[in-house]
């Protein structure tokens, strides 16, 4: 990272010199473009990836039906009995119920553990 930043520098100043000593012959890079390339490059490797994994999630959340298997994030597993617009109803045991937001859930279970089917 700091050799980028190092670079940047020497285009800026190497710009800059170039300005003042002669005219500018319309050759090199500007740093403007420079830094334009650095945040298009910054959104394509970090923005979008996390944009994708969110709609997916967003998308799971609202599949899930009442009997499906899911996990918090918080480590629990239960099977949903009840879905409202923001919250799941979740059976981790044959007598207790929990209520959780929807953006709670990590992920649906295909197979769920032991403890949960009891």
Do not use: W
């Not at 499906?68 to 009840?82: A, C, E, L, R, W």
Request: hydrophobic share 40%.
């Amino acid at each position: 990272m700091n050799n980028l930043f190092c670079i940047i520098a020497q285009a800026a100043g190497a710009s800059e010199a170039s300005q003042t000593a002669a005219p500018a012959s319309g050759g090199g890079f500007n740093p403007l473009i420079l830094m334009l390339l650095f945040l298009g490059a910054m959104y394509f490797l970090m923005i979008a990836p996390q944009r994708k994994r969110q709609k997916q999630h967003e998308k799971m959340l609202n599949e899930l039906e009442s009997g499906d298997s899911v996990i918090t994030i918080g480590g629990i597993y239960g099977k949903i009995t009840n879905k409202t617009d923001k919250t799941f109803t979740l059976k981790v045991s044959d007598t207790t119920k929990i209520e959780i937001l929807k953006s709670a859930v990590a992920q649906k279970v295909q197979d769920a553990p032991e403890a949960a089917q009891k």
